[in-house]
């Protein structure tokens, strides 16, 4: 079966050759840490200590690792970190945010055998730590190989995921027998992996990660610095809308248009990828309003325009706490909704889509809380018209929005601790460093 595995996967490289490389001429994507990809990671200063493995997706992972990073430097001072990512968003974050931390950041290598044994060989590492639940066949068999132990950190397998497991079940299983543990977010994960393969014995619940990582001092300068350059003040709240997609950006303009026409108010645009800033930005320049770039000069018109494109990576947390209000995006595409708990952590009062299944639990608990309001299933056009009155009655009533947010500032503190919990579980793996092995 693992045959058939790298046979589809040196296919799938070839078939998406000509689209990976039309990509890379165009937004330079995929050409950044190409060696890397193959397996070829300069040397980098462990001094002859172990090394932990962190590997995390993209954005939203690396931004979780955060508390862990931190635990692990605290709670097992003798071990090297090397973080790896698989996209290029993911790689500009996990470098700014783990400079000080990791010893390197690097691209996770294709999955053939030669290149992951090349990357083995570069990292040596005594412990892989995979952030959710991505899981690479050829990685994982290669780290059982040479005895490597991986563990599963704030694992999550959403309904989407679970259903197309299982029709693969039988290679899933022995996928996961390569796992040493799996420390699942909650116990319906936790039933989902064990239901694919992985024994009982080895699996945990932990909680979130994301409550620990959404409450943790990194943003205080930026937020004051972002205030000041776009004069964001009560007189004229801000508008946020974070992580979307298309259609939600023009969804989101459609509602703002209606609503300043009534009252002094302004729009923050974050879309979820950086490829979709230039799209985003004609909207913008067709929606007659004034509007400017946070990548741009600071300027004049950044004090009193409509709107403005936030066209940075890794800085959305910061604006949390300006906004008045937050919609998370990815929830009116059908896209599975975004991470709530970074708004929430800073009481701000949170809006959603119906399509949150990526994190329905963590929804769900906000929603019976009423720390959150959620739209229905509604067409575009609709979601823009409930969004605009739904809008309007929280900028129209502060004590509302005050509550909404403390409730779910309240819940995020109420389940804070997954870090905690995490180590513990780690300390079977982390606790006696081995000395350092060249494979």
């Not at 026409?261 to 923050?268: A, E, T």
């Not at 608990?365 to 009423?370: G, K, L, P, T, Y």
Request: with cysteine.
């Amino acid at each position: 079966m693992y045959f058939v595995y790298s046979l589809l996967l040196t296919l799938g490289f070839l078939v998406l050759l000509p689209r990976f490389l039309f990509d890379a001429f165009r937004h330079g994507k995929y050409v950044a840490g190409f060696c890397e990809r193959l397996g070829s990671i300069s040397l980098f200063e462990s001094q002859g200590r172990p090394v932990v493995w962190i590997h995390c997706v993209s954005v939203g992972e690396s931004q979780a690792a955060r508390p862990l990073v931190r635990g692990i430097r605290q709670r097992f001072p003798d071990y090297v970190l090397v973080i790896s990512t698989t996209t290029l968003t993911g790689q500009n974050l996990a470098r700014e945010l783990f400079k000080s931390e990791a010893a390197k950041v690097f691209y996770f290598p294709f999955d053939w055998r030669w290149t992951v044994r090349r990357a083995l060989k570069a990292i040596n590492p005594s412990a892989v730590l995979i952030m959710e639940t991505e899981l690479w066949p050829g990685f994982l068999r290669e780290c059982h190989t040479q005895q490597i132990p991986v563990a599963i950190v704030n694992g999550r397998i959403s309904h989407q995921s679970f259903r197309r497991y299982k029709w693969i079940s039988g290679f899933v299983s022995r996928v996961l027998e390569c796992l040493s543990v799996g420390i699942m977010q909650t116990e319906t994960d936790a039933e989902r992996i064990r239901s694919l393969g992985l024994s009982p014995s080895k699996v945990f619940v932990s909680g979130n990660l994301k409550f620990d990582g959404g409450t943790m001092p990194s943003s205080n300068t930026l937020a004051g610095e972002l205030r000041q350059r776009f004069n964001i003040a009560i007189k004229a709240p801000l508008i946020l809308a974070a992580s979307t997609h298309a259609p939600e950006e023009r969804v989101m303009l459609e509602a703002f248009q209606r609503l300043r026409s009534s009252q002094k108010i302004r729009l923050m645009l974050a879309p979820r990828h950086p490829g979709r800033f230039a799209d985003v930005a004609s909207l913008l320049d067709s929606s007659g309003l004034t509007w400017t770039r946070r990548s741009n000069l600071a300027s004049p018109i950044d004090q009193t325009c409509d709107a403005i494109l936030l066209d940075t990576i890794g800085e959305l947390p910061a604006i949390y706490s300006l906004a008045a209000v937050v919609f998370v995006g990815g929830s009116i595409a059908n896209n599975g909704g975004h991470n709530i708990l970074e708004p929430a952590a800073v009481g701000a009062a949170i809006v959603t889509g119906a399509h949150t299944q990526n994190f329905d639990g963590i929804v769900r608990v906000f929603a019976e809380n009423q720390a959150i309001i959620q739209l229905p299933l509604l067409s575009d056009g609709q979601a823009a018209s409930a969004l605009g009155n739904l809008l309007t009655e929280l900028l129209t009533d502060k004590q509302r929005r005050y509550e909404l947010g403390q409730r779910a500032k309240h819940l995020v503190e109420q389940n804070q601790g997954a870090t905690a919990r995490t180590l513990d579980l780690l300390d079977s793996l982390l606790e006696q460093p081995p000395l350092t092995v060249n494979r």
